[in-house]
């Protein structure tokens, strides 16, 4: 076995994707995650809204690398690193050296400085964030059944979705068609039609990344299921009571962040430059500048395209970087001259509406409504790892499709702390 030592930090879209790609290469592989779970973040909206169970969207890390002898899979945090050293310091206090080092720690959502409003309003990064959030949506419903106090009930049965990114889209759609379709049959007191949802968006339209008629597009069918879309007015308070926002309040028991982006602090570890929501800025070889044996990729660093435009922080553009450093790495190894910089390619941008409608964003060609959902649908169910999930996510969608029925309604926390916080600031992706 070859001593030459690569650690990939991160088992999400980018880490996963290095590894794979590094396969016969003659380097020894340490992957480490905080988490045992690699996850499909694209379909995270459905397991927070009790479309898909989590186990359908996560796959054990270890499981995937199990015919892969030369990659070891290690649960651990990464605490900080010592570039002279060429060391991690992991959470129990042990350290891991490395040749070669992969950083591909990803990003939360952030709240603009005010880190406060986060148990009011918890964002989807984690599998720990959809379920906390399905209790809490389940929940509202629970106890509006019960509550004889017409304000009360009323707070309870409105549904907060700050940011109309895609994930703010298909929050918002998906609860609608919950409380329209799948729950009102289930309650006696309560009729869950009459749940205001409201999407709440500082910008002037709905996703923003998106062609414009295709932005007009989203709204018009958000609002044909229901959901109250305000634009234009940032949200200036997040509490117990609800939100603040152009000066009124709305009284909502649940809120959910989908806006803003915060890198995990790769770049604090290593003292190097980062943009303003911290992401490493490296050189078009996915280096960090100064240390050749350092890549960052995926949402944790920023690099940009020959046209002055950042590669945005999406799932294939993680993956391609991923491809990239394995190929810088495979090329180093033999000897042979250096790659070409980093090039981005960009498929197009996604986003559904409910079950029924997506718009799809290719630039040459954009496609809106049925059709763009199936093409979406396919397109999740082909990246999913593994024949089981497949089969289970399509049976589950053609069910919802058919039935409108979600089988996933299960209320797993009951107040407290957030689940699942990590250890650094909170963002969302550039999808948020
Ligand atoms: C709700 C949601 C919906 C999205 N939908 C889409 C979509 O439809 N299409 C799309 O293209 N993109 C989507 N994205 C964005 C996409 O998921 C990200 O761009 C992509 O996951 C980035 O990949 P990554 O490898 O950089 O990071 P991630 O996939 O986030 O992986 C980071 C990994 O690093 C691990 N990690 C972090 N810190 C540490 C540490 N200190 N020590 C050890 N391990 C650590 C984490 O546990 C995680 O496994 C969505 C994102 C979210 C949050």
């Given amino acids: 076995m070859s001593a030459h030592h690569a650690v990939v930090v991160g088992a999400g879209f980018g880490g996963l994707e290095a590894v794979h790609r590094l396969a016969g290469a003659p380097v020894r592989i340490t992957l480490v995650d905080r988490r045992n779970h690699h996850l499909f973040q694209p379909l995270l909206y459905q397991a927070a809204t009790a479309s898909l169970a989590p186990s359908e969207i996560a796959w054990p890390i270890r499981h995937l690398f199990r015919r892969r002898p030369e990659v070891t899979t290690l649960l651990a945090s990464v605490e900080s690193i010592d570039k002279e050293a060429r060391e991690l310091h992991l959470d129990d206090g042990s350290t891991l050296g490395y040749d070669t080092l992969v950083l591909a720690t990803g990003a939360r959502h952030a709240y603009f400085g005010h880190d406060a409003w986060e148990p009011f309003a918890p964002g989807l990064k984690t599998l720990e964030d959809a379920t906390t959030i399905r209790s809490r949506i389940l929940l509202a419903f629970e106890e509006a059944e019960r509550q004889s106090d017409e304000r009360k009930r009323a707070a309870l049965m409105t549904f907060v979705i700050v940011g109309a990114g895609p994930t703010g889209v298909e929050l918002a759609g998906t609860i609608a068609e919950l409380a329209r379709a799948t729950l009102p049959a289930d309650f006696r007191?309560?009729?869950?039609?009459?749940?205001?949802?409201?999407?709440?968006?500082a910008g002037p339209r709905v996703l923003p990344a998106f062609a414009e008629d295709l932005s007009i597009y989203a709204k018009r069918s958000l609002e044909r299921l229901g959901v109250e879309v305000v634009l234009g007015q940032p949200v200036s308070e997040c509490s117990a009571d609800g939100v603040v926002f152009g000066g009124k309040s709305l009284a909502a028991a649940t809120i959910i962040w989908a806006a803003g982006v915060q890198s995990s602090p790769a770049a604090q570890w290593l003292d190097a430059p980062a943009d303003r929501a911290g992401r490493l800025k490296v050189e078009r070889d996915l280096t960090v500048p100064g240390h050749p044996e350092?890549?960052?990729?995926?949402?944790?660093?920023?690099?940009?395209?020959?046209?002055?435009?950042?590669?945005?922080?999406?799932?294939?553009?993680?993956?391609?970087?991923?491809?990239?450093?394995?190929?810088?790495?495979?090329?180093?190894?033999?000897g042979a001259p250096a790659l070409p910089p980093f090039r981005y390619s960009h498929a197009g941008d996604l986003a559904t509406i409910g079950k029924r409608r997506a718009v799809i964003d290719f630039g040459w060609i954009k496609l809106r409504g049925a059709l763009a959902w199936w093409l979406w649908g396919f397109a999740h169910i082909y990246f999913l790892i593994g024949v089981r999930n497949r089969l289970s996510v399509a049976l589950n969608w053609l069910w919802i499709y058919a039935r409108d029925q979600r089988s996933a309604r299960l209320i797993t926390w009951r107040g407290g702390e957030v689940e699942g916080t990590a250890p650094f600031s909170r963002g969302d992706s550039d999808r948020s």
């Fill in 189 to 201: 007191r309560i009729d869950t039609r009459e749940a205001r949802i409201v999407l709440i968006e």
């Fill in 294 to 334: 350092i890549f960052a990729i995926g949402d944790a660093a920023i690099v940009f395209r020959s046209d002055g435009r950042p590669v945005p922080g999406i799932a294939p553009a993680a993956k391609q970087e991923g491809v990239y450093v394995a190929n810088v790495i495979r090329a180093r190894l033999r």
